[in-house]
């Protein structure tokens, strides 16, 4: 099955900087990679995903890099504000036939420093 | 729109007690439906899926099981809780449509004692 790493496991910035989290994934059939965002005691929720078909995305001051042929692919926030703070989840899937049965990496918590 | 509701949001329960967590879904019908354990510190993980009423399917062995005996309520269930129980359960539902967005409920926080 499946297996994705994330790394780092926490991050730690100022206010203003930028943050990069980077996750490897295990099978090459994945071609749905969502990240999710998670604030202290609440669910998690989608910030931005990417399909296979596409090398990078962005939406605002998050932008998500992939790349296929080495099974890895990165978040990366541009000048990071103190409600930037959460736990942020990569994920990958076969979404042609597996849409919903996300594999998880661990996370990766981001504190940023006013 | 599409609401996700599930209860209880929190829980204590003895080790051996049993277990039914609710999840219900407004404003779809047929949706997929899924649920996910958080244990402290780690990732999600995900314990079943529902493709429809009385269809389950299980991703992992464990000491849980689920059931989905209408359209839009999954119910996850346990007759002897252990330890290794305790966690963040997480409901989901998927939306089919174009971004296959996966939509998380406020989850239940089961600690096991």
């Known amino acids: 099955g499946e297996n994705v790493e994330q790394h780092p496991s926490t991050l730690s910035v100022q206010e203003g900087d930028s943050a990069v989290i980077k996750c490897t994934y295990s099978?090459?059939?994945?071609?749905?990679f969502p990240w999710y965002k998670q604030e202290l005691g609440k669910r998690p929720q989608l910030i931005i995903d990417i399909r296979s078909n596409v090398g990078e995305k962005k939406d605002q001051r998050i932008a998500v890099t992939l790349n296929k042929t080495a099974k890895h692919f990165s978040l990366h926030i541009t000048e990071t504000q103190p409600e930037d703070s959460a736990v942020y989840f990569c994920?990958?899937?076969?979404?042609?036939?597996?849409?919903?049965?996300?594999?998880f990496g661990q996370g990766t918590i981001l504190t940023v420093h006013p | 729109s599409q609401t996700i509701h599930q209860w209880p949001a929190t829980l204590v329960q003895p080790v051996g007690s049993p277990l039914s967590l609710e999840c219900t879904v407004e404003g779809t019908s047929n949706p997929n439906l899924y649920w996910y354990r958080q244990a402290a510190g780690r990732g999600l993980q995900l314990l079943f899926y529902?493709?429809?009423?009385?269809?389950i399917s299980s991703e992992v062995p464990q000491n849980l099981s689920a059931s989905r005996p209408q359209d839009r309520q999954f119910i996850l269930s346990s007759k002897k809780l252990l330890l290794s129980d305790s966690g963040f359960y997480l409901c989901?539902?998927?939306?089919?449509?174009?971004?296959?967005?996966?939509?998380f409920g406020e989850g239940s926080r089961l600690t096991v004692l």
């Open positions: 994920a990958a899937s076969r979404s042609s036939t597996s849409y919903g049965k996300l594999t």
């Open positions: 989901a539902w998927l939306d089919r449509g174009d971004t296959g967005e996966l939509f």
């Open positions: 529902s493709v429809g009423i009385g269809q």
């Open positions: 099978d090459s059939a994945s071609n749905y």
